[in-house]
Nanobody, 126 residues
C-alpha cells in the first residue's frame, strides 16, 4: 500500500522558516521520485521541488531556488522540505507526491505523479 503523509505546516511570519515532512510507505523510497507541490487559493497546483531516488538529483522551481532545500532519508522513509526566508507568496497547501522511477525535471512538472498525500497548510503572514 503506497501512502504519503505530510506534516509540519503552520503559520509563520515573513522571513521565517518551516520544515515539512513527508512520511512514506510501500517501498516508495526504493522505486519512486518524490516531489513537493503547492496550491494557493484560486490557483493551480505547481511544482516546488523534486528528488530522485538513487542519484538524489534535485530540482527546484525558480521561485524557491536558494530558499528551499529538499532531502530524503531512505532508511527512515522520509522526505523533507526545508523552507527558509518564507514570503507571503509561499502561502499554500503543500503536497508531497511520488512517481515511479528517476524523473526530476527542471520546472518540476506534475506529469507522472500518481500518488499524493493529503496536504499540509503553510501560511506566511505578519
Amino acid at each position: 500500500q503506497v501512502q504519503l503523509v505530510e506534516s509540519g505546516g503552520g503559520l509563520v511570519q515573513p522571513g521565517g522558516s518551516l520544515r515539512l515532512s513527508c512520511a512514506t510507505s510501500g517501498d516508495i523510497m526504493e522505486y519512486y521520485t518524490i516531489g513537493w507541490f503547492r496550491q494557493a487559493p484560486g490557483k493551480g497546483r505547481e511544482g516546488v521541488s523534486c528528488i530522485q531516488r538513487a542519484s538524489r538529483h534535485t530540482n527546484y522551481a525558480d521561485s524557491v531556488r536558494g530558499r528551499f532545500t529538499i532531502s530524503r532519508d531512505n532508511g527512515q522513509e522520509m522526505v523533507y522540505l526545508q523552507m527558509n526566508n518564507l514570503k507571503p507568496d509561499d502561502t499554500a497547501v503543500y503536497y508531497c507526491a511520488a512517481r515511479f522511477g528517476d524523473y526530476c525535471s527542471s520546472g518540476v512538472s506534475l506529469r507522472g505523479y500518481n500518488y499524493w498525500g493529503q496536504g499540509t497548510q503553510v501560511t506566511v503572514s505578519s
